[in-house]
């Protein structure tokens, strides 16, 4: 009965499949560790490229953007950036499966939002790995 009361949600689903090992700026990253990377890759959880995706998927910066895109602080009548991120997490689910795919789902009452969202991520993720390739190609010279 109280199914009935509760107001449809929508997920917005992509899947995006990350560049190869040899291809990827993240994974050149991690090789700048060098042998630091060995002890940091564990202890920040890091057991594949996918895992670095992820984190940028779910990084701050990530957040931000998609707020400021969206108006979510506005659409969510959040008091502060904290809650506003806070709310954004609780609607979003990053995983990486077997099948080497990132899965990226975002839920919301409006159908056509959910996915403009969950697109929006691949969006954000492709944009911070480009500043991270121009970065990586300015300290390097």
């Known amino acids: 009965m109280i199914s009935l ?22 994974a050149a990253m991690l090789n700048q560790l060098g042998g630091l990377a060995g002890i940091a890759g564990p202890s920040l959880g890091i057991k594949n490229p996918n895992d670095l995706y ?11 953007s998609l ?14 950036a904290d809650d506003t991120r806070r709310v954004l997490e609780a609607n979003t689910r990053i995983a990486s499966g077997k099948d080497g795919l990132i899965t990226i789902e975002f839920d919301d ?19 911070l790995t480009g500043v991270l390739a121009v970065t990586e190609a300015a300290s390097s010279t």
């Open 109 to 127: 009452k409006d159908a056509k939002f959910s996915a403009q969202v969950a697109n929006a991520y691949v969006d954000e993720l492709y944009k």
């Open 54 to 64: 992820i984190g940028m998927l779910k990084s701050r910066t990530v957040a931000d």
């Open 67 to 80: 707020i400021a895109r969206f108006e979510l602080r506005k659409l969510y009548e959040s008091k502060t």
């Open 5 to 26: 009361l509760l107001p449809n949600i929508y997920t917005g689903t992509t899947k995006i499949l990350p560049p190869q090992q040899s291809q990827s700026t993240a």
